[in-house]
């Protein structure tokens, strides 16, 4: 593992938590006498999903799902479900609570599954645009940080399965 430092935070859990409740206040305006089904992106989404929720003054659903495209710090551009929404989706207000949209591949697939479900409204929600080596165009509504060119770890965000659990969200250093 890599010994991250302070130098190496992009983002300090004290930016983040003002962020997210700054996302949670318009989510809780634009879905105001809604309850909205959530639909985090496993694992990636799971601290950012687990704070967003606990800001939202709203009734939710939340499930999950989990697409698989990455290996290490390389996506390999096939994307598969390994879990799908159990939530029946049909007429209810979707919306998609992702970590990281990087090439948007994993983001176009799931909005692509999710539309035939024909639900009310889709919506996304991203923590962090990293719009650098974008391939498929992806419309996120609600938007906490876009991203310098660099592998991020921490505040679920991970690297080989490590550095989850950080509450600040650090740049690898080049050489990992
Ligand atoms: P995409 O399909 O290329 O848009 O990749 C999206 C997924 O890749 C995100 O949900 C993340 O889980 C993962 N990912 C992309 N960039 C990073 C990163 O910098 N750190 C950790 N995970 C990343
Ligand atoms: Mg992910």
Not at 80 to 92: C, N
Not at 137 to 162: C, Q, R, S
């Amino acid at each position: 593992m890599a010994n991250l430092t302070k130098g190496d935070i992009v983002f300090s859990r004290l930016e983040i938590e003002d962020r997210v409740a700054a996302l949670a206040r318009t989510i809780s305006q634009d879905y105001r006498g809604h309850n909205p089904v959530l639909i985090g992106t496993l694992k990636g989404s799971f601290v950012f999903l687990a704070d967003l929720v606990r800001h939202l003054d709203l009734a939710v659903k939340v499930d999950f799902a989990r697409l698989s495209s990455y290996r290490g710090k390389i996506s390999s551009g096939k994307i598969s479900f390994l879990y799908k929404p159990r939530i029946y989706l049909r007429d209810q207000d979707v919306l998609v609570v992702e970590d990281i949209v990087d090439s948007g591949l994993t983001a176009r697939s799931l909005i692509q599954f999710l539309e035939h479900e024909q639900p009310a409204s889709l919506r996304l929600c991203a923590l962090i645009d990293k719009p650098w080596y974008r391939e498929r165009a992806v419309e996120i509504d609600y938007l906490g940080f876009t991203a310098p060119d660099k592998f991020l770890v921490g505040y679920g965000l991970d690297y080989n399965e490590e550095y989850r659990h950080l509450p600040d969200i650090y740049a690898l250093p080049e050489k990992y």
